[in-house]
């Protein structure tokens, strides 16, 4: 009995498997988004605030993985109860390979909103195809699987005998390899649909020659001026990284504005280009985090964009909008005040990598991503600050966010042990768009509750809205140490020693590290 559960119980599995593997090349081959995602996107987006706060505690950016595994193996969870029920109540199977299918259909229309009622119908193909196909999976295998009873015993069609454990055995690895197939293709396809890194290689862009920062520190362990691409951390709500077609992008700049605009990639490219050299930080950040990164952004003034278009009196919020429906959303007078906002294209002498918002995304000096940073960008929306909230304000976190002054240890790493003698300490420090102007480093003897700060020598200032470098060199002796640092921001105000968790509005903090100096 229970060697015939296991077996109904793989055949719902594998079942679900091919109905997961078939939607997802459907999916590829329609340009449309795979069942799992949808569903993803859609707990993403209703999950609540505390178990938004309480996943990226425990997970940070290994969030979407999980989040990714986690629905597969409920759907399979679910296969694998079909399967059992279904051996003896075949109208189980039915139903739940409908209500699979419809699900799936839902979710996946429901995240292509800018769909047409054709692209509707195409995007709800894949599931309802997937599980059409999966049902009749099923049905072939939990036939295959009863092969240890009588061949007369007038079983349902839904369990009518095809002898042979070979002939189960020849369905279930058919079922796998069609499943795994399936996925693999459709993720090929969905890869192809729209080549970003072609579109990318095809574009020269107006960018300054790309040069090593003079006066930068060299450290082995020390976060370099300017972040490589490749090290620049990604945090969003989507699954998967949209691909955009340049051909048919557009930047539409609406709302209380005198003149709407409709801005081709072409057309941002002709209009007058400046690169800035820009820290942007995740309000996620938990002290001496290193969501972080300090790069070089090409692209046009976003103060320019919207004079052009005309902002009318009582517009106090720019709304960012993601081709994925992704928003944000800051004060007006922040664009207005004179930081170098933009929307920018390149990034580190290059068209923007499409994990960082190929091909446009906003990016705004002084402010944490989660309010300015719209990768992908689509629509700059004019309104009133009263009128809308931003992806994550209902989620519980801060309508106003400007970054805070941080300050980071890179050199040593925290649990190290080091020799005695000469060590350096360096790490970096930022303050959004006021800029650094010390940095200070404080060692204390374990069991010690004060010792002196002592000044930190600095890299060269970039700009206001970069980084900066540091680094105190240490004369260790034996003993067990805990390392210390603040920085004092632009304006003179000092980094705060009070802890703070990154919600609702970023950490607060001093970052400190435990050193062990051992002959």
Request: with cysteine; charged share 25%; glycine share 8%.
């Given at each position: 009995m229970r060697t015939r559960t296991f077996r109904d119980g793989l055949s719902g599995v594998l079942a679900v498997a091919v109905t997961l593997g078939v939607a997802e090349l459907v999916a590829g081959l329609a340009g449309a988004i795979a069942p799992v995602i949808a569903v993803g996107d859609l707990l993403i987006d209703h999950a609540p605030s505390w178990v938004t706060h309480l996943v990226i505690d425990a997970l940070g950016a290994r969030d979407k993985p999980v989040l990714i595994l986690t629905v597969t193996l409920a759907a399979l969870a679910t296969g694998a109860v079909i399967g059992v029920m279904g051996r003896l109540r075949p109208l189980v199977g039915t139903i739940g390979f409908t209500a699979l299918g419809m699900l799936g259909a839902i979710t996946t229309t429901v995240d292509t909103p800018s769909a047409s009622v054709q692209g509707s119908f195409l995007v709800a193909l894949g599931p309802l195809i997937g599980a059409a196909v999966g049902w009749q999976t099923l049905r072939l295998l939990l036939r295959a699987g009863v092969f240890d009873a009588p061949a007369s015993t007038g079983?349902?069609?839904?369990?009518?005998?095809?002898?042979?454990?070979?002939?189960?055995?020849?369905?279930?690895?058919?079922?796998?390899?069609?499943?795994?197939?399936?996925?693999?293709?459709?993720?090929?396809?969905?890869?192809?649909?729209?080549?970003?890194?072609?579109?990318?290689?095809?574009?020269?862009l107006a960018a300054a020659p790309q040069t090593s920062p003079t006066g930068a520190l060299?450290?082995?362990?020390?976060?370099?001026?300017?972040?490589?691409?490749?090290?620049?951390?990604?945090?969003?709500?989507?699954?998967?990284?949209?691909?955009?077609?340049?051909?048919?992008?557009?930047?539409?700049?609406?709302?209380?504005?005198?003149?709407?605009?409709?801005?081709?990639?072409?057309?941002?490219?002709?209009?007058?280009?400046?690169?800035?050299?820009?820290?942007?930080?995740?309000?996620?950040?938990?002290?001496?985090?290193?969501?972080?990164?300090?790069?070089?952004?090409?692209?046009?003034?976003?103060?320019?964009?919207?004079?052009q278009a005309g902002v009318k009196p009582g517009a106090t919020q720019i709304v960012g909008r993601s081709v994925d429906g992704f928003t944000v959303g800051f004060p007006t007078e922040v664009a207005m005040d004179g930081r170098p906002a933009m929307v920018a294209y390149g990034m580190n002498g290059e068209a923007l990598p499409g994990p960082h918002g190929f091909p446009a995304r906003l990016?705004?000096?002084?402010?944490?991503?989660?309010?300015?940073?719209?990768?992908?960008?689509?629509?700059?929306?004019?309104?009133?600050?009263?009128?809308?909230?931003?992806?994550?304000?209902?989620?519980?976190?801060?309508?106003?966010?400007?970054?805070?002054?941080?300050?980071?240890?890179?050199?040593?790493?925290?649990?190290?042990?080091?020799?005695?003698?000469?060590?350096?300490?360096?790490?970096?420090?930022?303050?959004?768009?006021?800029?650094i102007n010390t940095v200070e480093v404080r060692v204390r003897r374990d069991g010690e509750t004060d010792a002196p700060w002592q000044p930190a020598r600095l890299s060269e200032s970039l700009s206001t809205n970069a980084w900066r470098q540091w680094v105190v060199e240490w004369q260790a002796e034996p003993g067990d140490y805990l390392i210390e640092v603040r920085a004092t921001d632009g304006r003179g105000e000092v980094q705060t020693g009070k802890y703070q968790r990154p919600d609702p509005d970023g950490a607060t903090g001093w970052h400190r590290i435990d050193v062990r100096v051992r002959a």
């Open positions: 079983a349902q069609p839904m369990t009518q005998r095809i002898p042979g454990r070979r002939a189960f055995l020849g369905f279930t690895a058919a079922a796998a390899g069609a499943s795994a197939a399936s996925f693999v293709a459709g993720r090929r396809f969905a890869g192809e649909s729209v080549d970003v890194e072609a579109q990318r290689k095809s574009l020269t060299d450290l082995n362990g020390l976060s370099p001026l300017i972040t490589p691409n490749n090290d620049f951390y990604r945090i969003d709500t989507t699954l998967i990284t949209p691909r955009v077609d340049l051909k048919t992008w557009r930047l539409r700049i609406t709302g209380m504005v005198e003149h709407p605009l409709t801005i081709s990639f072409d057309d941002l490219l002709a209009m007058p280009s400046r690169e800035e050299i820009i820290t942007l930080s995740c309000v996620s950040n938990e002290v001496g985090g290193d969501l972080v990164g300090n790069a070089r952004w090409l692209g046009v003034s976003l103060v320019d964009l919207l004079k990016v705004v000096p002084g402010l944490y991503g989660y309010v300015s940073a719209t990768k992908w960008l689509t629509e700059i929306e004019l309104t009133t600050w009263e009128a809308f909230d931003a992806y994550w304000i209902p989620r519980g976190w801060a309508k106003r966010a400007p970054i805070k002054t941080q300050s980071r240890i890179d050199v040593p790493r925290d649990g190290r042990t080091v020799k005695p003698g000469r060590v350096p300490v360096a790490g970096v420090a930022w303050a959004g768009d006021r800029g």
